[in-house]
T-cell receptor, first 114, second 114 residues
Framework: DTEVTQTPKHLVMGMTNKKSLKCEQHMGHRAMYWYKQKAKKPPELMFVYSYEKLSINESVPSRFSPECPNSSLLNLHLHALQPEDSALYLC?????????????FGPGTRLTVT | DAKTTQPPSMDCAEGRAANLPCNHSTISGNEYVYWYRQIHSQGPQYIIHGLKNNETNEMASLIITEDRKSSTLILPHATLRDTAVYYCIVRVAGYGGSQGNLIFGKGTKLSVKP
């Protein structure tokens, strides 16, 4: 199984809502990533988890809160988002923290903030 | 910022070889060249990577110049399903650190036409 799954596929939320994005992989990967992709732009790295510990936070606003409850799951908790946060949120995983590892991407969650 | 330069768009006839160039003139000795692609409304997909030797797998071939300042991704027999944005990325090999992050540039939008 070389699949990364993400739920939900689409999410519409108001600026006062709290919601969570979920990512799951069963490939035994120990590194997991969140990326943000605005329309017609390339993906941008947000967070990196290595062995369930946050290792990289690319200066992401605190209204985005990642969580890695175990080696297969990665969540992104959303609170008080702004309309400009509307984007495709991509999750990825790789074998480990070594940087030559191929990253496997999920299909993404398309988020709209109203 | 991305360390690579790619043409914004290319066309290719179905069944012909697609040759996608990438310039990475400031590449360091410990940086690999990676190629990913993103089909519309999907997550990025790993294609191939290499350090200095030419590489081939079931999807594509990667030709890296001797001075490593440029490379070409070759899809030998392009199909309509190969229509996508192709990203050339350089990243450090090794363990940990932000230099190993995937930094996506603008990529090349390849359109395969019947």
């Amino acid at each position: 199984d070389t699949e990364v799954t993400q739920t939900p596929k689409h999410l519409v939320m108001g600026m006062t809502n709290k919601k969570s994005l979920k990512c799951e992989q069963h490939m035994g990967h120990r590194a997991m990533y969140w990326y943000k992709q605005k329309a017609k732009k390339p993906p941008e790295l947000m967070f990196v988890y290595s062995y369930e510990k946050l290792s990289i936070n690319e200066s992401v606003p605190s209204r985005f809160s990642p969580e890695c409850p175990n080696s297969s799951l990665l969540n992104l908790h959303l609170h008080a988002l702004q309309p400009e946060d509307s984007a495709l949120y991509l999750c990825a995983s790789s074998h480990g923290p070594y940087n030559d590892a191929e990253q496997y991407f999920g299909p993404g969650t398309r988020l709209t903030v109203t | 910022d991305a360390k690579t330069t790619q043409p914004p768009s290319m066309d290719c006839a179905e069944g012909r070889a697609a040759n996608l160039p990438c310039n990475h003139s400031t590449i360091s000795g410990n940086e690999y060249v990676y190629w990913y692609r993103q089909i519309h409304s999907q997550g990025p997909q790993y294609i191939i990577h290499g350090l200095k030797n030419n590489e081939t797998n079931e999807m594509a071939s990667l030709i890296i110049t001797e001075d490593r300042k440029s490379s070409t991704l070759i899809l030998p027999h392009a199909t309509l399903r190969d229509t996508a944005v192709y990203y050339c990325i350089v990243r450090v090999a090794g363990y940990g650190g932000s230099q190993g992050n995937l930094i996506f540039g603008k990529g090349t939008k390849l359109s395969v036409k019947p």
